[in-house]
Nanobody, 127 residues
């Protein structure tokens, strides 16, 4: 079992940046593939990005490629989502998710694959 707590959301102007953090409990964080998802008002939750257990490879939705960067610090049980050049359409609640896996290369864009979810953090991009 792992608990995930997101932080770092807030209100930012278009073109601005935010860095979201997701802190995980437990001692096996390095065995989890991690994902970030977003849910805008009135819309379904969608994939933002994901990172392998070791952090050596990342995957992004086309809508955020070149603007968002995922990283992780396994020693601190934390995964990050650096969000640059933010747009009003990035406004959403952002969730981190964890999937325990033995596969070093495992990563997924599908939310149903992830076993554990945080409570979400609100990001609002507005002038």
């Amino acid at each position: 079992q792992v608990q995930l707590v997101e932080s770092g959301g807030g209100l930012v102007q278009p073109g601005g940046s935010l860095r979201l953090s997701c802190a995980a409990s437990g001692r096996t964080f390095s065995s989890y593939a991690m994902g970030w998802f977003s849910q805008a008002p009135g819309k379904e939750r969608e994939f933002v990005g994901a990172i392998r257990r070791s952090g050596d490879s990342t995957y992004y939705a086309d809508s955020v490629k070149g603007r968002f960067t995922i990283s992780r610090d396994n020693a601190k049980n934390t995964v990050f989502l650096q969000m640059n050049s933010l747009k009003p359409e990035d406004t959403a609640v952002y969730y981190c998710a964890a999937k325990p896996t033995y596969g070093l290369g495992f990563v997924s864009t599908r939310e149903e694959v992830y076993n554990y979810w945080g409570q979400g953090t609100q990001v609002t991009v507005s002038s």
